[in-house]
């Protein structure tokens, strides 16, 4: 059985010897117009010194001098070519490895600038401005866009106008490792089924390009799985808040110290219970059935803990409840109202960029 080299080698000669067969049968005179056949030039033959290998683009070159057996030998041992063979035979089978692989390399260079673009283009609308993306961090790594290589940053815009980037082997993993409808982790809507296919057109052009992606996530240690529930746990209620066209920040919450944390529920407490004059039905309409969001909670507890990941957690659960809840999308708002309006009181940066909610509920 022939090894895979010869057989290729075979069919390029096939195919050389077809392409001559046909070229010389176009190039036969007719009857009516019948010629002299012209006198072929005699070739010079050259030293060894003097020789130059032929290569894929100087390969017309087999046909300037008059090579001797030996020194094409040598060029097809050069090649990595089958070296038996008669001299014409290995002149032909030269010839036709360096020309057809001209072409084929021509072609192949052609593909692949093909393949390239689409790439290009699967990167999505903010692959060359990533601030208008509504996002500015990866779900699941935490890192800010602007820091994620060009190779693994993937963005679409999503059915609600809006456009969202990731890191595309966090999205992968998420498209992957989900039962059923894969939802974007900022709107909480199903992503479209073109965006999934996208994704994964994404990760096979990348490993058919190299471009050196690794779709696997190392699995973390307890502690940082943790920890980095609650920060996307945190990202998720805010990314939620803006859904409702609220404008709000998550960093304006994860900066706040011990110390601030306690303030803001203390804050956030008054301005439910007391402050903001709230009537039962609407507290209901915001939490139903009863109204009261702060259930189950201990602000004692909270005050005696130094866990700051844990009193992250125990506050933003009763922020989600307070604007996920709510019986309609007003109701909703209003919930992120209160939420954010005690945000403003403990943190600058938040009354700064809402400066009317502050207004209201400072005292």
């Known amino acids: 059985m022939k090894k895979p080299n010869e057989l290729i080698e075979d069919y390029m000669s096939d195919l050389y010897i077809k392409c001559n067969s046909n070229s010389e049968t176009s190039a036969m005179p007719t009857k009516e117009k019948s010629e002299k056949p012209k006198k072929t030039k005699k070739l010079n033959k050259i030293d060894n010194a003097n020789v130059i290998i032929p290569t894929i683009y100087n390969y017309n070159v087999l046909f300037q001098y008059n090579y001797n057996i030996q020194q094409l030998k040598e060029f097809i041992k050069f090649h990595k070519l089958k070296q038996s063979g008669n001299k014409n035979e290995l002149l032909s089978r030269l010839h036709n490895y360096l020309k057809l692989s001209f072409y084929i390399i ?9 393949l390239q673009r689409i790439y ?3 990167h999505g609308p903010a692959h060359n401005n990533r601030d208008i993306c ?54 909480r809507i199903k992503i479209p089924d073109e ?31 943790y920890q980095k529930g609650i920060e996307l746990k945190i990202l998720d209620v805010f990314q939620y808040m803006d859904s409702l066209g609220n404008y709000s920040n998550p960093s304006w919450f994860m900066d706040l110290d011990r110390i601030k944390l ?29 109204g009261d969001p702060f259930n189950g ?9 130094h866990d700051i990941y844990f009193m992250r957690k125990k506050i ?8 996920t809840n709510g019986v309609d ?23 700064m960029a809402l400066p009317w909610l502050f207004q209201t509920f400072v005292y």
């Open 316 to 323: 933003i659960e009763v922020i989600e409840k307070i604007v």
């Open 134 to 187: 509504t996002n500015a961090n990866d779900f699941f790594t935490m890192d800010e866009l602007s820091s994620i290589p060009n190779n693994l940053f993937f963005s679409y815009k999503d059915v609600d106008n809006f456009i969202y980037g990731f890191d595309v082997i966090s999205l992968y993993n998420l498209i992957t490792k989900s039962n059923g409808e894969v939802k974007n982790p900022y709107n």
């Open 262 to 290: 306690i303030r803001y529920m203390r804050e956030l407490i008054d301005i439910w219970d007391y402050r903001a004059q709230i009537t039962p039905e609407t507290k209901r309409a915001i939490y139903p059935p009863n």
């Open 106 to 114: 021509k072609i192949q260079k052609m593909y692949r600038g093909r």
């Open 195 to 225: 965006v999934l296919a996208k994704v994964k057109l994404f990760i096979r052009l990348s490993k058919i390009l190299d471009s050196q992606v690794d779709t696997i996530i190392k699995t973390p240690s307890f502690e940082v799985t």
């Open 329 to 351: 999308r007003d109701n909703k708002s209003l919930g992120c109202y209160y939420v954010l309006g005690a945000l403003t009181i403990v943190n600058a940066n938040a009354a």
């Open 297 to 305: 909670f201990s602000f004692v507890q909270l005050c005696h803990n």
């Open 120 to 122: 290009n283009s699967l």
